[in-house]
């Protein structure tokens, strides 16, 4: 049992900065129970979840995990109960191979090399990574990132398992298959999952719900119970998922459905006993679109036959980009859709040249780098980019400051600009 007794954490505390994250949270947790945490952001969930792997130690309150004491003299031990899987696998990953991060956990544990093998072996497995035992990390996609961190974590055969938003940095079908883990490494391994999430579509298959709200839990129960408290999820910053919003919606109008549906199959299930009141004819047709063509909007960007690989010319190359083509016009707004290894953020880190590589250097025989405007050095000043990894942004951020430091130097070394000076 994770057994949680009014705890509280600031950070900085005691200090002018104190930012007080946590708030009374009583909790618990039972051994194998699935359950899902969800919050709006800075409700305090990380911070929660650094706590009880001890990560961080509490300035109010305590916890026991499976009666043991969170006190200092007990942090490996409370560690090794409670495994934790960060946002970024990035950030927990440390080996080279994928086999090698694995058996890190087991090996510092001081286990015998058979029972080593044997984790690695069953993590692997189960998290359906046993072929990629031996590919170097630095070449996973972050699913299979994701994948790794979770096996490396399980390794250590944790009671309690905690995942803190696996799902934000991967594909929808991966995230999907995410979600799966979490219930086949309970089944399997018997361990608790605390799935932290702000997708509450992704709660549904979960024992229970934790709601957290300014560093408070504001309630829990069944997913079907938390649901039914849609006016008091709207008021923590939270919508119901779309199909037991429009359930609700349905039975507000006084159509016979119960209160609270789950799922897509629940609500066809209990919609299949009424008629259509109007028949396919009846239904107006879409109206005909305007035969006038838009006025062409400008052409901002082009590139065209991007070929990049990552390590090329070694035997790690790995091609990411073929023959890459891309238009962005005057006003618009584009949407750049792939799954995991499509490619998207490498043709993106491309366009405003941020990543500092030459195109044509990479360019594939016989293809070319054609670029408009304004692919060129210094042209992060014209195009932002925001990376999904804050790491990169920062970075960014950075270089743009520094971009308009020299655009500012520049102006003011102009006698009678101080009007631009000043914007600068
Ligand atoms: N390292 C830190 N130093 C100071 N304040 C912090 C730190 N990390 C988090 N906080 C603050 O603590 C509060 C809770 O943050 P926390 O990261 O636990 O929230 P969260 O629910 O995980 O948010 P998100 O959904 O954005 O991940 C917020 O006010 C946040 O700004
Ligand atoms: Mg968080």
């Given at each position: 049992m994770l057994d949680i007794h009014n705890l509280a954490f600031a950070y900085n505390a005691g200090s002018p900065d104190e930012i007080v994250a946590l708030h009374d949270v009583t909790l618990q947790i039972a051994p194998g129970e699935l359950v899902a945490i969800i919050g709006h952001n800075g409700s305090g969930k990380s911070t929660l979840a650094k706590i009880l792997c001890a990560i961080l130690s509490p300035t109010g309150g305590s916890f026991r995990v499976d009666g043991i004491p969170a006190t200092a003299a007990n942090e490996w031990e409370i560690r090794r109960r409670v495994g934790m899987v960060f946002q970024r696998p990035d950030d927990q990953l440390i080996a080279n191979t994928v086999i090698d991060d694995v058996a890190f956990g087991p090996e510092n544990l001081g286990l015998p090399r058979s029972e080593i093998e044997k984790r690695v072996r069953e993590s692997l497995a189960a998290l359906g990574m046993a072929d990629r035992a031996y590919a170097q990390v630095a070449e996973l996609s972050g699913g299979e990132k994701q994948r790794v961190a979770i096996a490396s974590v399980l390794a250590m055969r944790p009671n309690y398992l905690i995942l803190d938003e696996p799902t934000t940095m991967v594909a929808p079908t991966v995230a999907r298959q995410v979600l799966r883990l979490a219930h086949d490494v309970r089944d399997r391994f018997g361990v608790a999952v605390l799935h932290i999430t702000h997708f509450m579509y992704e709660v549904v298959g979960f024992d229970r719900v934790v709601v957290m709200g300014s560093g408070r839990v504001l309630m829990h129960g069944s997913p079907r119970a938390i649901f039914a408290r849609a006016d008091e999820l709207h008021a923590a910053g939270l919508a119901l998922p779309q199909v037991t919003e429009l359930g609700r919606r349905l039975y507000a109008r006084g159509v016979d459905l119960p209160p609270v549906v789950l799922s897509a199959e629940e609500l066809r299930a209990a919609l299949s006993q009424f008629e259509l009141r109007h028949a396919p004819a009846e239904i107006q047709p879409a109206p005909e679109p305007d035969p006038t063509p838009d006025p062409q909007p400008e052409l901002l960007l082009q590139a065209r036959d991007i070929n990049f690989t990552y390590?090329?010319?070694?035997?790690?190359a790995e091609v990411a980009l073929r023959g890459a083509n891309c238009d962005l016009y005057a006003g618009e707004t584009v949407a750049l859709l792939g799954g995991t290894q499509a490619g998207k953020s490498t043709l993106i880190e491309f366009l405003p040249g941020c990543a500092g590589r030459n195109p044509a250097s990479y360019a594939g025989k016989g293809k070319t780098w054609a670029q408009q405007t304004p692919i060129s050095a210094g042209c992060d000043a014209k195009l932002g980019s925001c990376s999904s990894n804050r790491k990169h942004n920062f970075s960014k951020i950075l270089s743009a400051r520094m971009c308009r430091s020299r655009r500012a130097s520049r102006i003011c070394?102009?006698?009678?600009?101080g009007r631009l000076s000043r914007h600068a």
């Amino acid at each position: 049992m994770l057994d949680i007794h009014n705890l509280a954490f600031a950070y900085n505390a005691g200090s002018p900065d104190e930012i007080v994250a946590l708030h009374d949270v009583t909790l618990q947790i039972a051994p194998g129970e699935l359950v899902a945490i969800i919050g709006h952001n800075g409700s305090g969930k990380s911070t929660l979840a650094k706590i009880l792997c001890a990560i961080l130690s509490p300035t109010g309150g305590s916890f026991r995990v499976d009666g043991i004491p969170a006190t200092a003299a007990n942090e490996w031990e409370i560690r090794r109960r409670v495994g934790m899987v960060f946002q970024r696998p990035d950030d927990q990953l440390i080996a080279n191979t994928v086999i090698d991060d694995v058996a890190f956990g087991p090996e510092n544990l001081g286990l015998p090399r058979s029972e080593i093998e044997k984790r690695v072996r069953e993590s692997l497995a189960a998290l359906g990574m046993a072929d990629r035992a031996y590919a170097q990390v630095a070449e996973l996609s972050g699913g299979e990132k994701q994948r790794v961190a979770i096996a490396s974590v399980l390794a250590m055969r944790p009671n309690y398992l905690i995942l803190d938003e696996p799902t934000t940095m991967v594909a929808p079908t991966v995230a999907r298959q995410v979600l799966r883990l979490a219930h086949d490494v309970r089944d399997r391994f018997g361990v608790a999952v605390l799935h932290i999430t702000h997708f509450m579509y992704e709660v549904v298959g979960f024992d229970r719900v934790v709601v957290m709200g300014s560093g408070r839990v504001l309630m829990h129960g069944s997913p079907r119970a938390i649901f039914a408290r849609a006016d008091e999820l709207h008021a923590a910053g939270l919508a119901l998922p779309q199909v037991t919003e429009l359930g609700r919606r349905l039975y507000a109008r006084g159509v016979d459905l119960p209160p609270v549906v789950l799922s897509a199959e629940e609500l066809r299930a209990a919609l299949s006993q009424f008629e259509l009141r109007h028949a396919p004819a009846e239904i107006q047709p879409a109206p005909e679109p305007d035969p006038t063509p838009d006025p062409q909007p400008e052409l901002l960007l082009q590139a065209r036959d991007i070929n990049f690989t990552y390590m090329a010319g070694t035997p790690l190359a790995e091609v990411a980009l073929r023959g890459a083509n891309c238009d962005l016009y005057a006003g618009e707004t584009v949407a750049l859709l792939g799954g995991t290894q499509a490619g998207k953020s490498t043709l993106i880190e491309f366009l405003p040249g941020c990543a500092g590589r030459n195109p044509a250097s990479y360019a594939g025989k016989g293809k070319t780098w054609a670029q408009q405007t304004p692919i060129s050095a210094g042209c992060d000043a014209k195009l932002g980019s925001c990376s999904s990894n804050r790491k990169h942004n920062f970075s960014k951020i950075l270089s743009a400051r520094m971009c308009r430091s020299r655009r500012a130097s520049r102006i003011c070394r102009r006698p009678n600009h101080g009007r631009l000076s000043r914007h600068a």
